[in-house]
């Protein structure tokens, strides 16, 4: 999406909640976490924040992730059908789930195989799996056998848990994402 097209969004969940326009210095910093989510769904985004949040979502980048993510699972038929070939690394569509307990909190990441390479999800970091492991991460397993089911891996609440990619935790230590995210405390 274009940063005219992130101020129109904000303006609309702005004047949905009652709530005075962020500083452009915030504006900035969510617009560079949510510019790789691309136009089309953004209308669909802001009619299910309307419908999942009493109040103004407290971390409107990865409310709009959340959203996304599972805009791109009911549009199947919007994103280039792809034949998934077997990887041994993630589940099987180029996806791994990752989770990582700092400072008592669990936290859940998806990344991209880094194996495979066959997920077309922009904007989430590549890892493989050994690497993830190294840096502390548990892999999620997936199911192996029958059919994959219609990732139950992409099921959130966005306002209870976050996905959020790797990189956003690089380069912080466990007091920033704790005080980043204090709401997806459980
Ligand atoms: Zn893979």
Same mark, same amino acid.
């Given at each position: 999406?274009?940063?005219?097209?992130?101020?129109?969004?904000?303006?609309?969940?702005?004047?949905?909640?009652?709530?005075?326009?962020?500083?452009?210095?915030?504006?900035? @910093?969510?617009? $560079? *976490?949510? !510019?790789?989510?691309?136009?089309?769904? #953004?209308?669909? &985004?802001?009619?299910?924040?309307? /419908?999942?949040?009493?109040?103004?979502?407290?971390?409107?980048?990865?409310?709009?992730?959340?959203?996304?993510?599972?805009?791109?699972?009911?549009?199947?038929?919007?994103?280039?059908?792809?034949?998934?070939?077997?990887?041994?690394?993630?589940?099987?569509?180029?996806?791994?789930?990752?989770?990582?307990?700092?400072?008592?909190?669990?936290?859940?990441?998806? @990344?991209?195989? $880094? *194996?495979? !390479?066959?997920?077309?999800?922009?904007? #989430?970091?590549? &890892?493989?799996?050994?690497?993830? /492991?190294?840096?502390?991460?548990?892999?999620?397993?997936?199911?192996?056998?029958?059919?994959?089911?219609?990732?139950?891996?992409?099921?959130?609440?966005?306002?209870?848990?976050?996905?959020?990619?790797?990189?956003?935790?690089?380069?912080?230590?466990?007091?920033?994402?704790?005080?980043?995210?204090?709401?997806?405390?459980?």
């Amino acid at each position: 999406m274009t940063i005219i097209e992130f101020k129109e969004f904000l303006k609309d969940i702005g004047i949905y909640y009652e709530r005075k326009a962020p500083n452009d210095g915030t504006i900035e @910093a969510w617009f $560079e *976490r949510v !510019k790789k989510i691309p136009s089309e769904p #953004i209308g669909w &985004i802001t009619d299910k924040i309307f /419908e999942a949040n009493e109040t103004y979502p407290k971390n409107i980048p990865n409310t709009m992730w959340a959203f996304y993510r599972e805009w791109v699972q009911s549009n199947p038929n919007k994103i280039v059908h792809k034949n998934y070939f077997k990887c041994p690394d993630c589940d099987g569509e180029g996806i791994i789930n990752l989770s990582k307990t700092v400072n008592n909190y669990p936290y859940k990441y998806v @990344a991209r195989c $880094e *194996r495979c !390479k066959q997920s077309d999800l922009g904007g #989430i970091d590549y &890892i493989s799996k050994i690497m993830a /492991e190294r840096q502390g991460y548990a892999v999620m397993e997936q199911p192996t056998q029958g059919p994959i089911p219609p990732t139950p891996k992409m099921k959130f609440m966005p306002s209870s848990i976050a996905w959020h990619t790797i990189q956003e935790m690089r380069g912080l230590n466990n007091e920033t994402c704790v005080r980043r995210w204090p709401h997806i405390r459980q």
